[in-house]
């Protein structure tokens, strides 16, 4: 599979040269996607990857749509949020219904079961007595606080509310940032996977699911029906490798020990000795990954924005010269503005895939409403005697427009741009849900990650490049706009 660019088609391509993996946005996501992603390199194969996308649903339609070509899955998962099945189902019996529905295949699963689990501070829990779910039935004062995915999937807070008579209103949170606050003592109940490394590190006890609510979820690759079987036989070879206790322990060294996916990913192979390539798997420094990510970034923003500058301006003109489109025109620009940025990113993904493409049209309708509001109101806001000194020296219409009009209205144009971008520069840092990576990648990381500094590590270059894009915007205001219309502001 060839990885889609600005302009790659929509439903992926014909030449599947390129083996794209995914992964959901946690930890042990990141790591089983690591080594899928390092085995199938060992074997000889071109990999991209597309970590971090923003959940089960981001990752299965790139699935489906052929953005990615395999990611790491669970079949508790596929069989409650993806098959909707009304019953539990065997392992064989999901691949034998992914195979003949939707051309997709859940491959030998990699040996262990990470079912979602309740959980509560130690010490809590011995205070409260509280060894399982049902005990929570008359303990409802306490603060239940669950991950936005888990609150509403079926396998989930619904279902378990109900399974187990629980009358109480959830919290939603980011499940990296669970683990901080019931640390904290800001919640008390909370959802965890029962591999994740932050149980021993936040000292929690995992309670029994004592009316067997949760259904297996054994993990393994997810794929297309058309990936080849050779890739397909290199992935089966992880098969049966990784026990509950071993993936918690490959969960800590990340959360624990400090140590980076892709290292924790080669040593786990390097143990089960399935790497035959020696290479050289070192990290990429810290400052070429923020100067790469700042180019995609600085990418997706400018090229955004100048899509938006060309439509937006000419629509402020035409607002100002027929007046009957400018309360519509504003208005659903306006509308366009209000839809939140991660729902506005999800409803691209059916259209137009992941990656850059749906990342910068995205962008490109969240910069039309400052550029296209600006410009009609400088157009509208211009002195009438100006114009009407402009008819009186003989100027037509387009005339008036050019010479008069438009450069009095420059300033606050360029104000418009100048939003626009800034807006911009912040909005594609959630870009990165949907793998278009840029300065958003650390971000998102850092928060499944609960690491401060992976955070800083791109919200610092992000907020330096909104500063650098205000002083380039008001060198280009120094440049191009008469001093006279800039007021005092450079005096």
């Given at each position: 599979?060839?990885?889609?660019?600005?302009?790659?088609?929509?439903?992926?391509?014909?030449?599947?040269?390129?083996?794209?993996?995914?992964?959901?946005?946690?930890?042990?996501?990141?790591?089983?996607?690591?080594?899928?992603?390092?085995?199938?390199?060992?074997?000889?194969?071109?990999?991209?990857?597309?970590?971090?996308?923003?959940?089960?649903?981001?990752?299965?339609?790139?699935?489906?749509?052929?953005?990615?070509?395999?990611?790491?899955?669970?079949?508790?998962?596929?069989?409650?949020?993806?098959?909707?099945?009304?019953?539990?189902?065997?392992?064989?019996?999901?691949?034998?219904?992914?195979?003949?529905t939707l051309n997709l295949e859940?491959?030998?699963?990699?040996?262990?079961?990470?079912?979602?689990?309740?959980?509560?501070?130690?010490?809590?829990a011995e205070e409260l007595g509280?060894?399982?779910?049902?005990?929570?039935?008359?303990?409802?004062?306490?603060?239940?606080?669950?991950s936005h995915e888990f609150l509403?999937?079926?396998?989930?807070?619904?279902?378990?509310?109900?399974?187990?008579?629980?009358?109480?209103?959830?919290?939603?949170?980011?499940?990296?940032?669970?683990?901080?606050?019931?640390?904290?003592?800001?919640?008390?109940?909370?959802?965890?996977?029962?591999?994740?490394?932050?149980?021993?590190?936040?000292?929690?006890?995992?309670?029994?699911?004592?009316?067997?609510?949760?259904?297996?979820?054994?993990?393994?690759?997810?794929?297309?029906?058309?990936?080849?079987?050779?890739?397909?036989?290199?992935?089966?070879?992880?098969?049966?490798?990784?026990?509950?206790?071993?993936?918690?322990?490959?969960?800590?060294?990340?959360?624990?020990?400090?140590?980076?996916?892709?290292?924790?990913?080669?040593?786990?192979?390097?143990?089960?000795?399935?790497?035959?390539?020696?290479?050289?798997?070192?990290?990429?420094?810290?400052?070429?990954?923020?100067?790469?990510?700042?180019?995609?970034?600085?990418?997706?923003?400018?090229?955004?924005?100048?899509?938006?500058?060309?439509?937006?301006?000419?629509?402020?003109?035409?607002?100002?010269?027929?007046?009957?489109?400018?309360?519509?025109?504003?208005?659903?620009?306006?509308?366009?503005?209000?839809?939140?940025?991660?729902?506005?990113?999800?409803?691209?993904?059916?259209?137009?895939?992941?990656?850059?493409?749906?990342?910068?049209?995205?962008?490109?309708?969240?910069?039309?409403?400052?550029?296209?509001?600006?410009?009609?109101?400088?157009?509208?806001?211009?002195?009438?005697?100006?114009?009407?000194?402009?008819?009186?020296?003989?100027?037509?219409?387009?005339?008036?427009?050019?010479?008069?009009?438009?450069?009095?209205?420059?300033?606050?144009?360029?104000?418009?741009?100048?939003?626009?971008?800034?807006?911009?520069?912040?909005?594609?840092?959630?870009?990165?849900?949907?793998?278009?990576?840029?300065?958003?990648?650390?971000?998102?990381?850092?928060?499944?990650?609960?690491?401060?500094?992976?955070?800083?590590?791109?919200?610092?270059?992000?907020?330096?490049?909104?500063?650098?894009?205000?002083?380039?915007?008001?060198?280009?205001?120094?440049?191009?706009?008469?001093?006279?219309?800039?007021?005092?502001?450079?005096?």
């Amino acid at each position: 599979m060839v990885t889609l660019g600005l302009t790659g088609p929509v439903g992926g391509v014909a030449a599947r040269d390129v083996i794209v993996v995914g992964s959901k946005k946690f930890n042990e996501g990141y790591i089983l996607a690591e080594i899928i992603a390092q085995l199938l390199e060992d074997r000889g194969e071109r990999v991209d990857r597309k970590f971090g996308l923003g959940g089960t649903l981001v990752c299965y339609e790139a699935l489906r749509g052929g953005q990615i070509d395999v990611y790491p899955e669970y079949s508790g998962t596929v069989q409650e949020a993806i098959l909707k099945s009304a019953r539990p189902l065997t392992y064989h019996e999901l691949q034998d219904t992914l195979q003949e529905t939707l051309n997709l295949e859940l491959l030998s699963p990699f040996g262990f079961n990470n079912t979602y689990a309740i959980a509560l501070k130690r010490a809590k829990a011995e205070e409260l007595g509280v060894e399982k779910i049902s005990d929570l039935t008359n303990l409802q004062n306490l603060r239940f606080g669950f991950s936005h995915e888990f609150l509403n999937r079926k396998d989930g807070w619904p279902g378990l509310a109900e399974a187990y008579g629980l009358r109480v209103a959830p919290v939603g949170i980011e499940h990296g940032l669970a683990y901080k606050t019931i640390n904290e003592g800001k919640i008390d109940v909370t959802d965890v996977y029962s591999t994740d490394g932050d149980i021993e590190k936040y000292g929690l006890t995992l309670l029994a699911d004592d009316r067997g609510y949760f259904p297996l979820y054994l993990a393994a690759p997810f794929v297309r029906g058309d990936l080849s079987l050779r890739a397909r036989g290199v992935l089966g070879e992880l098969g049966g490798l990784l026990s509950e206790t071993k993936m918690r322990s490959l969960n800590a060294e990340v959360l624990l020990e400090g140590k980076s996916f892709a290292d924790v990913a080669t040593g786990f192979l390097d143990r089960a000795n399935l790497l035959r390539d020696s290479k050289d798997r070192r990290a990429e420094p810290v400052w070429r990954r923020i100067l790469r990510r700042t180019g995609t970034h600085l990418k997706l923003t400018f090229i955004a924005l100048i899509a938006a500058m060309v439509v937006a301006i000419p629509g402020g003109v035409a607002v100002y010269n027929i007046g009957r489109l400018a309360r519509p025109t504003i208005y659903g620009a306006g509308i366009l503005q209000t839809i939140p940025s991660i729902a506005l990113l999800a409803l691209m993904i059916p259209l137009f895939g992941i990656g850059a493409l749906p990342a910068v049209i995205a962008l490109f309708l969240y910069a039309l409403l400052p550029i296209l509001r600006n410009t009609a109101s400088a157009l509208f806001s211009i002195d009438p005697v100006l114009k009407k000194v402009a008819v009186g020296i003989g100027l037509t219409k387009r005339q008036r427009l050019r010479f008069v009009e438009v450069p009095l209205a420059a300033p606050l144009i360029l104000a418009g741009v100048r939003t626009a971008a800034v807006i911009n520069i912040g909005t594609a840092t959630l870009a990165a849900f949907i793998g278009a990576g840029g300065l958003g990648e650390p971000i998102v990381t850092g928060l499944a990650l609960n690491d401060t500094s992976l955070i800083l590590e791109g919200a610092i270059p992000a907020a330096t490049l909104a500063i650098l894009t205000e002083l380039f915007f008001e060198g280009v205001e120094r440049l191009l706009v008469p001093r006279h219309l800039l007021g005092r502001s450079f005096e």
